[in-house]
């Protein structure tokens, strides 16, 4: 028995981030996820954590570069703002920069490569 499709007006609006790991060294995707979840739930506690719907995709190209993010678009200026906090993955100097931001996926993966 299916109940009836949510309406447009209550879904979340979300929006891509297209970020990239500057470093030196080869860091993983998946790590830096880890870190930047991490460093948001510091600044903004585990409740703004739960709000934002921050959650990472399995979208990055192919030198591991760069990656795709998924949030809340009330929550966008935090994530930024995150990702500016973070210095270092796993002992490595790391830069995480914003490249682009779009409110569909595959306008988002235009901008991965």
Do not use: C
């Not at 739930?41 to 795709?68: A, E, H, P, Q």
Request: glycine share 6%; net charge positive; aromatic share 10%.
């Amino acid at each position: 028995m299916k109940g009836k499709p949510l309406l447009p007006v209550l879904k979340t609006k979300k929006r891509y981030v297209v970020f990239e790991i500057v470093s030196d060294s080869l860091v993983e995707v998946k790590k830096a996820f880890y870190v930047i979840k991490d460093q948001y739930k510091k600044l903004f506690g585990i409740y703004g954590l739960g709000i934002s719907g921050l959650m990472k995709t399995r979208i990055y190209d192919k030198n591991k570069k760069k990656s795709i993010l998924k949030v809340n678009n009330k929550y966008l200026n935090e994530l930024k703002t995150t990702l500016a906090f973070i210095k270092k993955i796993d002992d490595k100097d790391v830069i995480l920069k914003t490249n682009y931001v779009s409110g569909i996926l595959k306008k988002a993966k235009l901008h991965l490569q």
